[in-house]
Each structure stands twice: as structure tokens, then as C-alpha cells.
């Protein structure tokens, strides 16, 4: 079935530094979705990426969706410690199907 | 308010008996989930359904039944025959298709098997 690989697992940065996480699909997806996961609360919505190619910036945040469809990447420019959590990407593969399947998660530790 | 409603928070459960996990939305979305969440472990998909009356397993639905017979609601059943039924269960809602199909989680219910 369907895998989504993320890396790193855990990553640990002083405030100020950035911070990337990449995913990576095993098949062509229709579209990427990142999440954000505060620690003891449920996952929030954070993007959805659809075109090859396509980036969009949130702020301090920028997500890339790679030209094959099969991966993706958040940046997190100058990292505060609000931005503590656990990041997820999520992808479905289409063709009728709506099985969103999650990465493992890069969890991110800020030190002030 | 809108949103996806799951309850009881926390859950204590004796080995050996049957479980069931509540999850409700009033968002009118099309498609719910049901994941399990292990430190370490990111989210893993136990089931799926994107109507009424039809659902299909994750890729770890053994030990696991759900059943979708209104929109609304899509309870989760932990059945005895799950090895290690402990873990964090979270609920999501998303519509289909159409653009925008971001899932929305509940607060998610805690189980501990003892």
C-alpha cells in the first residue's frame, strides 16, 4: 500500500535557526497536507498542496510539493518556540481514493 | 459550533472486553477516519469511510470495527482480539473531492487496557 516516509524523526534547534522536514511518497500523490501537533493536543490543518512544483509560504513557513508528486518539504525560517510541536504530512493517491496517509512526523524541539 | 466531537477523553478498559469509541461531526463532511497514534509511530490508519453504509480497513484494521449507518457518526469498536489496544485514537473528518480536503481531528479519546 501506500507509504509516507519522514525525515528526520526528531529535531532539536536553538530559537532563531531553521528548521526542515521532508517527506517522501512511494507513489504519485494527488495532493500533500502538513499538520501541526501541539504536544498533548490532536493534529491542525495547516496546507494543501495539489500542483507539481508549487510552493506557498505561510509566513515563516514555506512548503514545497516536489515535480513528481512524490515528495515534499516545510521550512521554518528563524524558529520560535511556539513553533514546538510534532509536523506531519499527509497524502492521498487519488483515483477515487481518499485514504489519507500520514508520515511518522518530525518533532521539533525549540531551545531559547 | 462546528466540529468533530469525540468522547469519553480517557478510557479505562479491563483486558479481554469490548470498547467503544465515539466520534461525531456536525460539519456535514462526506468522509471520517479512524487513526491510532504510538509514540513514534505517527499516525497509522485504522479505517475509512467516504459514505453512509460503506467503510474500508487502514492498514492496521485487525482488532477493529467500525460501522457508519448515519453521516454524523462513526464509532470505532475495539474488540478483544486487538493485541495492544492501548494507545491515543483520533478521529478526523474531511469532505471529498472539490478542493480544499483538509481533515479535521477531534480531541481524541486515550485508552489504557489494564
Not at chain 1, 79 to 96: I, K, L, N
Not at chain 2, 61 to 78: C, D, H, I, Q, W
Request: charged share 15%; with cysteine.
Amino acid at each position: 500500500g501506500q507509504q509516507v516516509m519522514q525525515i528526520p524523526q526528531y529535531q532539536h534547534v536553538q530559537e532563531g535557526e531553521d528548521f526542515t522536514t521532508y517527506c517522501n511518497s512511494s507513489t504519485t500523490l494527488s495532493n500533500i497536507q502538513w499538520y501541526k501537533q501541539r504536544p498533548g493536543g490532536h493534529p491542525v490543518f495547516l496546507i494543501q498542496l495539489v500542483k507539481s512544483g508549487e510552493v506557498k509560504k505561510q509566513k515563516r513557513l514555506t512548503f514545497q510539493f516536489g515535480e513528481a508528486k512524490k515528495n515534499s518539504s516545510l521550512h521554518i525560517t528563524a524558529t520560535q518556540t511556539t513553533d514546538v510541536g510534532t509536523y506531519f504530512c499527509a497524502g492521498t493517491s487519488g483515483a477515487g481514493s481518499y485514504q489519507l496517509t500520514f508520515g511518522k512526523g518530525t518533532k521539533l524541539s525549540v531551545i531559547p | 459550533d462546528g466540529g468533530i466531537t469525540q468522547s469519553p477523553k480517557y478510557l479505562f478498559r479491563k483486558e479481554g472486553q469490548n470498547v467503544t469509541l465515539s466520534c461525531e461531526q456536525n460539519l456535514n463532511h462526506d468522509a471520517m477516519y479512524w487513526y491510532r497514534q504510538d509514540p513514534g509511530q505517527g499516525l497509522r490508519l485504522i479505517y475509512y469511510s467516504q459514505i453512509v453504509n460503506d467503510f474500508q480497513k487502514g492498514d492496521i484494521a485487525e482488532g477493529y470495527s467500525v460501522s457508519r449507518e448515519k453521516k454524523e457518526s462513526f464509532p470505532l469498536t475495539v474488540t478483544s482480539a486487538q493485541k495492544n489496544p492501548t494507545a491515543f485514537y483520533l478521529c478526523a473528518s474531511s469532505t471529498l473531492g472539490g478542493g480544499n480536503t483538509e481533515a479535521f481531528f477531534g480531541q481524541g479519546t486515550r485508552l489504557t487496557v489494564v
